[in-house]
Each structure stands twice: as structure tokens, then as C-alpha cells.
């Protein structure tokens, strides 16, 4: 179970970013962080992951204070997908096997290369193995940075707008893959994300930030034509198409 | 066209990583061998013409030959381990330096650490009159740490990004080339050409305990990385993603500066300034085994000890008995060869 209690943070000699920050989550869900741009959704995962220091606050990882562990305890615990994929010659196997190293001593073990094979075995990476990261499509290496981050065998993955440079395709893709992961293997993930529509097809979880505090969380009913407007200054409503709920965004 | 892989794809794809694994390793050991053709044409080149097998022997002090011996302990060896552990330190150095400022012109020139060196020992031979010895190494050595220290206090105190410091290092080293340039201009002669002599670099000025001396923190660097080679690795996709794979980049970085920067020192202030061999070595390397650590150290370090051997056998044979000066002849051969690689590189791209 995930517990976010009183988080804040401000960049230096800035204005406040985040405003204690309140949430709670259950292992194996899915939540999606929304609001408009600059409002804190990026700097929020960046400080659960303590890439960035709130400067207050705790964070409860099935009762530990992530907040006060070292970056290698966090490693071990938590994965994170940066929305800044890397393009380096590196081999789609090289990369993957990154994932492994929290837990690396002087070597990779054979259990290691084993997680790392049923990391890209899941994501149906194996053909591309030997390509260098530099060489595949923008989708491609995002589902190498997601196996990437499913070989830190983390309890909770934070994904940084992973489908913002995608096609459709991608898109329904990768978020496919992680809610299935959610939903089969208890894994819970939080993803930073700006499409509503995608975010209401495969998020259990929503939180809408706005002026760097908590505007409403709970499940697909905190998005109503009133949230949209308040959050989003837009003029908007829910509908109901095929039994899956969908933003639509009047003029 | 569809995107579906057949199974033979597969196959092929995984017997490409086999493929690139071992062509990595084909390309270390091509570099090792390069490298001991390399000693032993060292071993060879000279006005003293003898056989390869006495050579061998004289290494040991077993050939019949006294003076083979003398001449190969005490003149060949000291100068071609010099350029081994000269090139292997500055070849790897360039490599840390390029994976931890994210920057692939990143070497100890760029950063102003060889232009530190150059400038200690102007003030040593201009203004303190030294002539020569231990003097100008140990001011040619504490120029390059100040410009260490300046750095790293700039990267620590203030933040900068990596970006940032290696545009910090190209302002020092512009402001160190102009004081130096100021004080020769006060220089007399015999100070004017006792500079230019040092500017030169002399490998062949090195004894055995200055070389033991100089192994050993080349050994820390090649130990310390070899160790953090998957950092490295972590550090190219990303500083973020460095981080939420556990790394203290901030240490990590601090801790290689500080490595890479006393290892140059010791070496420019020893051997005089040589330029790009830190820069094209693992340049070199990348184009063949990638961006992986686990190659590319093992790689930048045999690469930079064969290209300055090999810079040095070029100045010692290109017009016998004359000896070049090796940083005058590294920065004439490097530089087109660096040309090479980036337009080569731009083309692949």
C-alpha cells in the first residue's frame, strides 16, 4: 500500500511547487496524475522517487519511509520511466540489463540474466535484442525502458508521460502492458499523463493537481464537466460510449 | 509493410547480440595485439639494430650483448612504458570524462587540466627561473590540480550542469593559454626555449620511479572504473534514470573528476602536453563495440597506450636520428584522425 502524507517542494529560491500532497493507494492499482502543464505532475513523481527532495513529508511503501531511505533501497524498490528516452548505442539486452543494477555486486548472477529475459520475454522484446537502442523506433525504446524498469522487479513503477512521442498504436501498447501488469502481478504504477481519454481507459486511480495541491482524487467519477472546467478551463463533459467512459471538450 | 517478426528474424536477431558480443571482444584483443606489435617495434627502432630474439632477452638483462641490455633497460623500456601507461591513462580518462559530463569532446585539454599543467611550468621556468627537474613537474603538477579544484568547486558550490562545465573548462583554458602566452613574453631566450622544449613532451625523460609512480594512480583509475562500469552505463540513458537506479551521480561524478583530473596532471607534468589521445581513443573504441563500459574501458585503454606508442615510434622513425616532439606529432596525426571519425560519425548518423 502506497501513503503520501503532507508532500511539498519548492525549487530553489522559486514558489512552492507542490502543496501537501495527499494520497492513498492500493497495491496493484493503476493512477494517473493529471493537470494541466507546470502544475507539479512530473516534480511530484520525481520526489516520490526522491530524484528530486521534498522538503517535507513522508511517503510509506508498505509501511517504509521511502523518504528515508538511500537512492539503493529506493532502487530496489521503485522504478522509474523518465519521459526523456535515452538514444545511446547501446544493445536493447545492455540496457534491460541496467534494470538489474540495484542489486549488482561485482557481477550479474544467473538469476539476473533470467529476470532480464523474462523482462523482455514480456514485453516481446527477444527480436531485437542485439539492435542497438539507437536504432529502434520512438515505441521501441519505450518498451525497452519499460522492461527495463519491470527487471528492477520494483512494487511500484512511476512512468513520466510514457506516451507523449508515441503513435496511437504505441500508446494503447504500452499502457495495455502496465495495467495488465497492475491487475495480473500486484505491481502498482502511477503515470503522469495528458491524454484524459487514455488515462480513463486504463487508470483505476485518478489525481487531478492543480496549483500545486490535491484538486480531487477517487476513481473516473472525480472527472465530471466541473473538474474539467475548474482543472483544465475547459468546457467539457463525460460520456458514456460503448460502456467505457470518454472526455469530450466543446468549443 | 507489417511489423510482425518471423521466427527466423528471431534467430537472427539473437545471433546478432552473440554477434556483437563477439565482435566486441575480437576488437580487445585486435587492440592488444596492435599493441605488443607495437612494443616490439618500439623495442626495434633505434640507430642500435639487433635481432627480435636478443631484444626479448635484453628485456630481462639476459642478452649476450651488454650494451643491448643497457641500451633496452635503460633507454627503450622506461620510454615505451612511459607511452603505455601514458596512453592508457589519458585514453581512459577521456572515456570517464566524456560518459560523466555527458559530453563527447570532453578530455583533459577541454577541460583545461593539460593548459593548468602548461601554465605551472611557465611560472616555474619564467618567473622562478627553475631549468629543469622536479620543480617545473611539481608546478606543471599544481597548475592542473588548481584547475581541477576550480571545477570541481564550479560543479560543486554552484551546480553547474555537466554541459556547463566543460564550457567552464573551455573559458580556464582559454585565460591559462593567455597568461602563459603573457609570461613567454617576458621570457628570455634560454627560459623561451626551455618552455617550448617542455611544451614539446618528452617520453623519453621519464626514470623508473616516476613511471612506478604514475602506474599506480593509472591502476587506481582502471580499478575504480572497471568497478563503476554500469554506471556509466546508467549515466548514458539519462541522469534521471541514474539516479532511480540507485546511483549518487553527484558523488559518482565528483569522485571521477577528481580521479581523471590527478591522473592527467600527473601525466602532462611528467611527459609534457599531449593532446587528443584521450580525445580519439575512445572514439575509436565506441565506433566499434558501442556505448557499453564493459568494452569501452578495457578498450580506451589499450587504445590510448597503441595510439601515443605509436605516435611516439612515428617520432623517434620519421626522420632517424632526429627525435620529434610526441605532443607536436600526437596533435598533428589526432587531429585529422578526429576530423575522420566525426564526419564518419555524422555520415552514419
Same mark, same amino acid.
Given at each position: 500500500?502506497?501513503?503520501?502524507?503532507?508532500?511539498?517542494?519548492?525549487?530553489?529560491?522559486?514558489?512552492?511547487?507542490?502543496?501537501?500532497?495527499?494520497? =492513498?493507494?492500493?497495491?496493484?492499482?493503476?493512477?494517473?496524475?493529471?493537470?494541466?502543464?507546470?502544475?507539479?505532475?512530473? =516534480?511530484?513523481?520525481?520526489?516520490?522517487?526522491?530524484?528530486?527532495?521534498?522538503?517535507?513529508?513522508?511517503?510509506?511503501?508498505?509501511?517504509?519511509?521511502?523518504?528515508?531511505?538511500?537512492?539503493?533501497?529506493?532502487?530496489?524498490?521503485?522504478?522509474?520511466?523518465?519521459?526523456?528516452?535515452?538514444?545511446?548505442?547501446?544493445?536493447?539486452?545492455?540496457?534491460?540489463?541496467?534494470?538489474?543494477?540495484?542489486?549488482?555486486?561485482?557481477?550479474?548472477?544467473?538469476?539476473?540474466?533470467?529476470?532480464?529475459?523474462?523482462?523482455?520475454?514480456?514485453?516481446?522484446?527477444?527480436?531485437?535484442?542485439?539492435?542497438?537502442?539507437?536504432?529502434?523506433?520512438?515505441?521501441?525504446?519505450?518498451?525497452?525502458?519499460?522492461?527495463?524498469?519491470?527487471?528492477?522487479?520494483?512494487?511500484?513503477?512511476?512512468?513520466?508521460?510514457?506516451?507523449?512521442?508515441?503513435?496511437?498504436?504505441?500508446?494503447?501498447?504500452?499502457?495495455?502492458?502496465?495495467?495488465?501488469?497492475?491487475?495480473?502481478?500486484?505491481?502498482?504504477?502511477?503515470?503522469?499523463?495528458?491524454?484524459?481519454?487514455?488515462?480513463?481507459?486504463?487508470?483505476?486511480?485518478?489525481?487531478?493537481?492543480?496549483?500545486?495541491?490535491?484538486?480531487?482524487?477517487?476513481?473516473?467519477?472525480?472527472?465530471?464537466?466541473? =473538474?474539467?472546467?475548474?482543472?483544465?478551463?475547459?468546457?467539457?463533459?463525460?460520456?458514456?460510449?460503448?460502456?467505457?467512459?470518454?472526455?469530450?471538450?466543446?468549443? | 509493410?507489417?511489423?510482425?517478426?518471423?521466427?527466423?528474424?528471431?534467430?537472427?536477431?539473437?545471433?546478432?547480440?552473440?554477434?556483437?558480443?563477439?565482435?566486441?571482444?575480437?576488437?580487445?584483443?585486435?587492440?592488444?595485439?596492435?599493441?605488443?606489435?607495437?612494443?616490439?617495434?618500439?623495442?626495434?627502432?633505434?640507430?642500435?639494430?639487433?635481432?627480435?630474439?636478443?631484444?626479448?632477452?635484453?628485456?630481462?638483462?639476459?642478452?649476450?650483448?651488454?650494451?643491448?641490455?643497457?641500451?633496452?633497460?635503460?633507454?627503450?623500456?622506461?620510454?615505451?612504458?612511459?607511452?603505455?601507461?601514458?596512453?592508457?591513462?589519458?585514453?581512459?580518462?577521456?572515456?570517464?570524462?566524456?560518459?560523466?559530463?555527458?559530453?563527447?569532446?570532453?578530455?583533459?585539454?577541454?577541460?583545461?587540466?593539460?593548459?593548468?599543467?602548461?601554465?605551472?611550468?611557465?611560472?616555474?621556468?619564467?618567473?622562478?627561473?627553475?631549468?629543469?627537474?622536479?620543480?617545473?613537474?611539481?608546478?606543471?603538477?599544481?597548475?592542473?590540480?588548481?584547475?581541477?579544484?576550480?571545477?570541481?568547486?564550479?560543479?560543486?558550490?554552484?551546480?553547474?550542469?555537466?554541459?556547463?562545465?566543460?564550457?567552464?573548462?573551455?573559458?580556464?583554458?582559454?585565460?591559462?593559454?593567455?597568461?602563459?602566452?603573457?609570461?613567454?613574453?617576458?621570457?628570455?631566450?634560454?627560459?623561451?626555449?626551455?618552455?617550448?622544449?617542455?611544451?614539446?613532451?618528452?617520453?623519453?625523460?621519464?626514470?623508473?620511479?616516476?613511471?612506478?609512480?604514475?602506474?599506480?594512480?593509472?591502476?587506481?583509475?582502471?580499478?575504480?572504473?572497471?568497478?563503476?562500469?554500469?554506471?556509466?552505463?546508467?549515466?548514458?540513458?539519462?541522469?534521471?534514470?541514474?539516479?532511480?537506479?540507485?546511483?549518487?551521480?553527484?558523488?559518482?561524478?565528483?569522485?571521477?573528476?577528481?580521479?581523471?583530473?590527478?591522473?592527467?596532471?600527473?601525466?602532462?607534468?611528467?611527459?609534457?602536453?599531449?593532446?587528443?589521445?584521450?580525445?580519439?581513443?575512445?572514439?575509436?573504441?565506441?565506433?566499434?563495440?558501442?556505448?557499453?563500459?564493459?568494452?569501452?574501458?578495457?578498450?580506451?585503454?589499450?587504445?590510448?597506450?597503441?595510439?601515443?606508442?605509436?605516435?611516439?615510434?612515428?617520432?623517434?622513425?620519421?626522420?632517424?636520428?632526429?627525435?620529434?616532439?610526441?605532443?607536436?606529432?600526437?596533435?598533428?596525426?589526432?587531429?585529422?584522425?578526429?576530423?575522420?571519425?566525426?564526419?564518419?560519425?555524422?555520415?552514419?548518423?
Amino acid at each position: 500500500m502506497i501513503d503520501v502524507r503532507n508532500i511539498s517542494y519548492h525549487y530553489h529560491g522559486g514558489q512552492e511547487v507542490l502543496k501537501n500532497i495527499n494520497f =492513498t493507494l492500493e497495491r496493484g492499482q493503476f493512477l494517473a496524475i493529471l493537470g494541466n502543464n507546470g502544475v507539479g505532475k512530473s =516534480t511530484l513523481l520525481k520526489c516520490l522517487n526522491r530524484i528530486l527532495k521534498a522538503e517535507s513529508g513522508a511517503f510509506l511503501l508498505d509501511g517504509e519511509n521511502i523518504l528515508k531511505m538511500s537512492n539503493h533501497e529506493i532502487a530496489q524498490r521503485i522504478a522509474f520511466v523518465s519521459q526523456n528516452v535515452a538514444n545511446t548505442q547501446m544493445t536493447v539486452h545492455d540496457v534491460v540489463m541496467l534494470g538489474r543494477r540495484p542489486y549488482m555486486k561485482w557481477g550479474f548472477t544467473e538469476e539476473d540474466h533470467k529476470i532480464v529475459h523474462d523482462a523482455m520475454h514480456r514485453l516481446n522484446l527477444e527480436p531485437l535484442r542485439g539492435r542497438f537502442l539507437n536504432q529502434l523506433s520512438g515505441g521501441e525504446r519505450q518498451k525497452v525502458m519499460l522492461a527495463r524498469a519491470l527487471a528492477q522487479q520494483p512494487k511500484l513503477l512511476l512512468l513520466d508521460e510514457p506516451t507523449s512521442s508515441l503513435d496511437i498504436h504505441n500508446q494503447y501498447q504500452v499502457l495495455k502492458i502496465v495495467r495488465d501488469i497492475c491487475h495480473n502481478d500486484g505491481l502498482t504504477a502511477i503515470v503522469v499523463i495528458h491524454d484524459l481519454n487514455l488515462a480513463l481507459r486504463f487508470c483505476d486511480r485518478f489525481l487531478l493537481l492543480r496549483r500545486g495541491e490535491v484538486y480531487a482524487q477517487g476513481d473516473y467519477s472525480v472527472l465530471s464537466p466541473e =473538474t474539467l472546467k475548474n482543472v483544465y478551463q475547459v468546457d467539457g463533459k463525460i460520456l458514456d460510449v460503448e460502456g467505457r467512459k470518454m472526455v469530450f471538450v466543446e468549443e | 509493410m507489417n511489423s510482425v517478426r518471423l521466427p527466423s528474424e528471431n534467430k537472427h536477431d539473437l545471433t546478432d547480440y552473440r554477434k556483437n558480443q563477439i565482435r566486441s571482444i575480437a576488437f580487445l584483443i585486435l587492440l592488444t595485439v596492435l599493441l605488443l606489435v607495437s612494443v616490439l617495434l618500439s623495442l626495434r627502432a633505434g640507430s642500435y639494430n639487433t635481432p627480435v630474439s636478443e631484444l626479448i632477452k635484453g628485456i630481462f638483462g639476459k642478452s649476450a650483448d651488454k650494451k643491448v641490455n643497457l641500451v633496452i633497460r635503460n633507454n627503450r623500456m622506461p620510454r615505451i612504458c612511459t607511452a603505455i601507461v601514458a596512453g592508457a591513462g589519458l585514453g581512459l580518462a577521456g572515456c570517464i570524462l566524456q560518459a560523466i559530463l555527458h559530453n563527447p569532446l570532453a578530455s583533459a585539454s577541454t577541460l583545461g587540466v593539460s593548459q593548468g599543467a602548461t601554465f605551472g611550468a611557465a611560472f616555474a621556468i619564467v618567473t622562478l627561473n627553475l631549468t629543469g627537474g622536479v620543480g617545473i613537474s611539481l608546478w606543471s603538477f599544481a597548475g592542473s590540480i588548481a584547475v581541477a579544484v576550480v571545477i570541481l568547486g564550479l560543479s560543486r558550490l554552484k551546480q553547474i550542469s555537466a554541459e556547463g562545465i566543460v564550457l567552464a573548462g573551455v573559458a580556464i583554458s582559454s585565460m591559462l593559454t593567455g597568461a602563459t602566452t603573457l609570461i613567454q613574453y617576458f621570457a628570455n631566450e634560454i627560459q623561451l626555449a626551455n618552455l617550448v622544449f617542455w611544451t614539446f613532451g618528452d617520453l623519453g625523460s621519464t626514470d623508473w620511479n616516476e613511471l612506478r609512480n604514475m602506474s599506480v594512480m593509472v591502476l587506481i583509475l582502471i580499478v575504480y572504473c572497471t568497478l563503476h562500469r554500469w554506471d556509466y552505463n546508467a549515466l548514458l540513458n539519462g541522469e534521471e534514470t541514474a539516479v532511480s537506479l540507485g546511483i549518487n551521480v553527484q558523488q559518482l561524478t565528483l569522485t571521477n573528476m577528481v580521479l581523471c583530473c590527478l591522473t592527467c596532471s600527473m601525466i602532462v607534468s611528467r611527459v609534457g602536453l599531449i593532446n587528443f589521445i584521450g580525445l580519439v581513443a575512445p572514439h575509436i573504441v565506441r565506433m566499434v563495440v558501442g556505448n557499453n563500459h564493459v568494452y569501452l574501458i578495457p578498450g580506451s585503454v589499450l587504445a590510448g597506450a597503441t595510439l601515443l606508442l605509436l605516435g611516439d615510434l612515428f617520432a623517434r622513425v620519421a626522420i632517424m636520428p632526429i627525435i620529434l616532439p610526441i605532443g607536436a606529432i600526437t596533435s598533428f596525426l589526432g587531429g585529422p584522425l578526429f576530423l575522420y571519425l566525426l564526419f564518419k560519425g555524422g555520415r552514419q548518423r
